[in-house]
């Protein structure tokens, strides 16, 4: 049973940086599509960014394109998402996920696994 666990959240001002971390257990990362999820107060959850399993594939929403970047480490069985130029909009709860088919996943549909979340704020 994969288990996932986010880490790297935390209080940062408007244009910081945080890089976030999607940390797996209990089995191999690199055999899913992963992606990451966020829901702000009062709003439902949106994707962010999605990875497939070979790299080919990467997508991001259209307000974080050009500010976050997805990556993979296999050797780690991590997957990170680096956050630049962060924006009080940007504040939510952080969710990665992995699943198959990238083509399901991307849309938050063929999720197997879901982390528990890291919480981000962005305010001065």
């Known amino acids: 049973q994969l288990q996932l666990a986010e880490s790297g959240g935390g209080l940062v001002q408007p244009g910081g940086s945080l890089r976030l971390s999607c940390t797996a257990s209990?089995?191999?990362?690199?055999?899913?599509?992963v992606g990451w999820f966020r829901q702000a107060p009062g709003k439902e959850r949106e994707g962010v960014s999605c990875?497939?399993?070979?790299?080919?594939?990467?997508d991001y929403e259209d307000s974080v394109k050009g500010r976050f970047t997805i990556s993979r480490d296999n050797a780690k069985n991590t997957v990170y998402l680096q956050m630049n130029s962060l924006k009080p909009e940007d504040t939510a709860v952080y969710y990665c996920?992995?699943?198959?088919?990238?083509?399901?996943?991307?849309?938050?549909?063929?999720?197997?696994?879901w982390g528990k979340g890291t919480l981000v704020t962005v305010s001065s």
């Open positions: 996920a992995a699943g198959n088919p990238y083509s399901a996943v991307v849309y938050g549909y063929g999720v197997d696994y």
């Open positions: 209990g089995g191999t990362l690199e055999n899913y599509a």
């Open positions: 990875i497939s399993i070979s790299d080919d594939f990467i």
